[in-house]
């Protein structure tokens, strides 16, 4: 079946380390979004890629990194300059045309001891 | 630019209630409209969408209209279960310029629980 798989979907980290995310889509999407979810806050957009080998930063971009080597794999890397990384992550995936929709993974929850 | 604003509760009603989750949009251009649904510990689902005005999305129950003269898409359920309790998002997709996909949009979400 198509869709969206992130792994893993618990991840400690301690503090100072660099931790990378992973999701990988096999809808032939040419888009894909890293989001962070805060509880109240809803989904705050980290990076977005539209085409292999390009990607662009959202509105939280600091203290993450993200490549784009392969159409169907958007990895997040979280490093040790983001100063709060404790939350969900989400990534999803979204087809050519405007009128279609994102899919979303599972999510990955990120939690700093 | 583009941007969604939503109703953010949280909102508690009883069984068999009528819903209204408030969505409204500020965007340039002709956007395409969705809500998503999350239940705890879990991604975002498509509930429902709508890509010109005066669509009418429609999915479990759930309907809500692409009002380009208002700017809103207000989601709504005429009789709410227990199984409806989740948290609510309403999204734009901005319009394809030439090659380009743009980014999505979303509301911050509405929390509905609905107890029996």
Known sequence: DGGITQSPKYLFRKEGQNVTLSCEQNLNHDAMYWYRQDPGQGLRLIYYSQIVNDFQKGDIAEGYSVSREKKESFPLTVTSAQKNPTAFYLCASKGSVATTEAFFGQGTRLTVV | ?116
């Open chain 2, 1 to 116: 630019g583009d941007s969604v604003t939503q109703m953010e509760g949280p909102v508690t009603l009883s069984e068999e209630a009528f819903l209204t989750i408030n969505c409204t949009y500020t965007a340039t251009g002709y956007p395409s409209l969705f809500w998503y649904v999350q239940y705890p510990g879990e991604g975002l689902q498509l509930l429902l969408k709508a890509t010109k005005a005066d669509d009418k999305g429609s999915n479990k129950g759930f309907e809500a209209t692409y009002r380009k003269e208002t700017t809103s898409f207000h989601l709504e359920k005429g009789s709410v279960q227990v199984s409806d309790s989740a948290v609510y998002f309403c999204a734009l997709s901005d319009q394809n310029r030439g090659s380009t996909l743009g980014r999505l949009y979303f509301g911050r979400g509405t929390q509905l629980t609905v107890w029996p």
